[in-house]
T-cell receptor, first 115, second 112 residues
Framework: DAGVIQSPRHEVTEMGQEVTLRCKPI?????LFWYRQTMMRGLELLIY????????DSGMPEDRFSAKMPNASFSTLKIQPSEPRDSAVYFC?????????????FGPGTRLTVL | DAKTTQPTSMDCAEGRAANLPCNHS???????VYWYRQIHSQGPQYIIH???NNETNEMASLIITEDRKSSTLILPHATLRDTAVYYC?????????????FGQGTRLTINP
């Protein structure tokens, strides 16, 4: 398996623009997670899905952020409008439950810069 | 999920064993200890986890004290590629809520 795939790997945009981050989880995994990492706040969980249904979005910072999972092989995280403080690395992860290790597998991340 | 305490940074010589401590004094009976690491510019990577028995896999060993209030991750023969931030996380496993709460971790530097 190719692992969790994220695109784009790097995104540079201007304040006020819409940004869409994409994630393809590992085939067969039924949980999908979106995390954000900054120097100040470290790694934070934004939202996670189980079988394409959002389970916990308490980590989503504002209404400007939205996430969807239209099918088992694709998810998006959208920021509209973007702001400079949204600059961060966004990670997508997936996992299979139940499994022995209950492990989350992370993608390579998308580095977002909002100017 | 229980709070964990880890040293901010550690150094280890290449080829030696790296021992990374973690305190989790408020851990509950059904919470597991997980270790992940994050190599620079990559996503976090699962290393190992355990409940109360010591565990070993191809990457590392996990030693959990009898009272389960602390644990140690051991990389038996550290290499330069083991330089990373190591996160100790305690959480209930195999449940519907699968949050991983990452602290600041330990920045491990392996020196040649």
């Amino acid at each position: 398996d190719a692992g969790v795939i994220q695109s784009p790997r790097h995104e540079v945009t201007e304040m006020g623009q819409e940004v869409t981050l994409r994630c393809k989880p590992i085939s067969g995994h039924d949980y999908l997670f979106w995390y954000r990492q900054t120097m100040m706040r470290g790694l934070e969980l934004l939202i996670y899905f189980n079988n394409n249904v959002p389970i916990d979005d308490s980590g989503m910072p504002e209404d400007r952020f939205s996430a969807k999972m239209p099918n088992a092989s694709f998810s998006t995280l959208k920021i509209q409008p973007s702001e400079p403080r949204d600059s961060a690395v966004y990670f997508c992860a997936s996992s299979l439950v139940p499994s022995r290790a209950d492990t989350q597998y992370f993608g390579p991340g998308t580095r977002l810069t909002v100017l | 999920d229980a709070k964990t305490t880890q040293p901010t940074s550690m150094d280890c010589a290449e080829g030696r064993a790296a021992n990374l401590p973690c305190n989790h004094s408020t851990i509950s009976g059904n919470e597991y200890v997980y270790w992940y690491r994050q190599i620079h510019s990559q996503g976090p990577q699962y290393i190992i986890h355990g409940l109360k028995n010591n565990e070993t896999n191809e990457m590392a060993s996990l030693i959990i004290t009898e009272d389960r209030k602390s644990s140690t991750l051991i990389l038996p023969h550290a290499t330069l590629r083991d330089t990373a931030v190591y996160y100790c996380i305690v959480r209930v496993a195999h449940q519907g809520a699968q949050k991983l709460v990452f602290g600041q971790g330990t920045r491990l530097t392996i020196n040649p």
